[in-house]
């Protein structure tokens, strides 16, 4: 991740493959639902930061889609401008975590968490999966009717306390290498003895550099899922069709950016560090340092060790004199 930029420090997280832009000090934003959450990947219940981004791909295709990573395919032939070419592949990484879903029985409770994928959520229900969806209840459209097997059962996931266990969890986005306990140990809840977890997001692929990221280390993640009884059903390394998804971004920084400052929604000072970061995360994927990865996992009690069902708990959780007991018995 970026070195700290001052009070206006910036960093870029992937929610539903989107780039979301967080800053370190209150925006005020008029339209709340281009705001984002937070909550549904680190447990904290407060509003974040604006997300440039969103606003930016609303003005170039006239309305707000899912913002995610692309999914590209190998041929390099194509005859869509670039903003098209990024949209359809959007659409292709979509299609492929329904994809991913497979030959899940109609009547299979799928939790699905996270702002961005709503659409995904509302698609399902649609297509008479029963729905639990977490997230933000200011993006849900009072005078619409949604469909009975679609539900809201709360904002924030890790707070979230289910009356019974999922069949399948699908998790937006990027977390941070502090929540991933937090995250899988919750997962590990809501999924019971069984079940599947579809998750997908930025982790480090090399930490060799002696330099802060707040992204998770792959293999630290991999580790620890599999200590906490999941198995990998799949491991797509998506990183090209993220670097592709920048490219195609990029450039509707400069196109849009104006728009954004006029409407009070950004300065030139945001918009310059936000051209910083993209070229810090364009090149972190092309050293590899950054990778993207769709992963499903399978809660597996057979395949479990000791550690599988214990309670685990951040280094808040604990009380300074716990700790200091715990050194004590051990040294």
Known sequence: MPQALGRAELGYAMAHGRVILHRQEEITQKNQKTLSRDSVMTGSSKLTTLNLLSRILELEFGELYLQHYGLFTDSKATNLEPAAELLDAQHRFAARLVELLGKTNSGADILVVGDTLLSLARELAGADHSILWIGSEKLLDAGEDAPTSFRHVAEDFVAYAPAASADVLIHEGSIRYLDQMA???????VLGESGRLILFGEFLHDDSQ????????????DQLSRRLGFVPLENLDLSASAMKTLERVRPLIDIHGKKLVEEGVCDQVDLADMELEFEKMQGEYASGRRGFRLLSLQRDLSSANEWANAQFGDIQSFEPREVARAFRRKF
């Open 210 to 221: 002696i330099e802060y990221s707040a992204l998770p280390n792959f293999s630290s993640f």
């Open 183 to 189: 995250i899988l140990s919750k997962s590990r809840d």
